[in-house]
């Protein structure tokens, strides 16, 4: 579930003409709105990842979310044109909204969400240790015929000396 639409895009953070220089693979004159979408949904499930472990989500929609997804988003639709250098504002606003998800994920900040995801707790909280059974000891050794002993009784592979 993508955070902000294409329809936040163009009055909040780009130009219609921007906006198709960046998503014009086919020089259409027009919006691709398939690059559009994957771009916003890219943005949605980065903001996603950072957020899940304070929020229940999908996240419910806010200005801050959608300013989040939003500065993502032009963020990767600018890095898909290798030749289009990244302007200063749009690598700021990028770098900002990652150092924020970060301090949300780290609890340093928080979002505009009502309600913060509870962690459900596992069993009583001792470590339980498993081990499982030896493949090589002396014992499931013993008898073993693939090789000849050594003079500290272990054995050479058959193939040793070959």
Do not use: H
């Not at 200005?63 to 500065?71: H, S, W």
């Not at 949300?104 to 995801?117: E, R, W």
């Not at 509870?118 to 002396?138: I, M, N, Y």
């Amino acid at each position: 579930m993508a955070y902000a639409t294409q329809d936040d895009l163009v009055p909040l953070r780009l130009s219609q003409k921007d906006l198709i220089e960046l998503t014009d693979d086919d020089d259409t004159g027009a919006v691709n709105a398939a690059i559009v979408t994957a771009a916003l949904e890219e943005a949605s499930g980065r903001v996603e990842s950072y957020c899940r472990q304070r929020y229940v989500t999908p996240l419910q929609q806010s200005n801050d979310v959608k300013a989040l997804t939003l500065d993502l988003t032009v963020y990767l639709l600018f890095s898909r044109r290798r030749e289009t250098r990244i302007s200063d504002t749009v690598q700021q606003r990028f770098d900002q909204a990652i150092a924020f998800l970060k301090d949300i994920s780290n609890g340093k900040a928080s979002l505009d969400q009502p309600v913060t995801a509870q962690l459900a707790q596992s069993g009583s909280g001792e470590a339980v240790v498993t081990r499982k059974p030896e493949r090589f000891s002396d014992r499931n050794l013993d008898g073993y015929t693939g090789g000849d002993r050594d003079q500290r009784g272990g054995y050479f592979p058959y193939w040793y000396g070959m």
